[in-house]
């Protein structure tokens, strides 16, 4: 069985082949490689990445990552994304 640590790997291998990472494409490829068990369905009824797999993922690419919230996906960080904060609107 996986641990959170290799999925969170598995996610960053992604983003670094893609230069991005689509929430709504990774969710469904974690649940179909690793197993439902790594995923929920959050408040919106939507299925979504277990917390302890973000956390590890944001500490992992803490300071090169941003979350695009209109994207709905993960980049990495350029010169003109706010400095000390995750989210690029």
Do not use: H
């Amino acid at each position: 069985m996986a641990a959170p640590a290799e999925i969170a790997d598995y996610m960053i291998s992604i983003l670094e082949r893609n230069n991005y990472l689509q929430q709504l494409t990774i969710v469904e490829e974690i649940k179909n490689t690793f197993g439902e068990e790594f995923t929920y369905i959050n408040q919106n009824g939507n299925l979504a990445i277990r917390k302890d797999i973000l956390l590890i993922f944001k500490r992992k690419t803490a300071g090169k990552v941003v979350w695009e919230s209109g994207e709905k996906r993960w980049r990495f960080r350029e010169s003109y994304d706010p400095q000390n904060k995750r989210r690029a609107d």
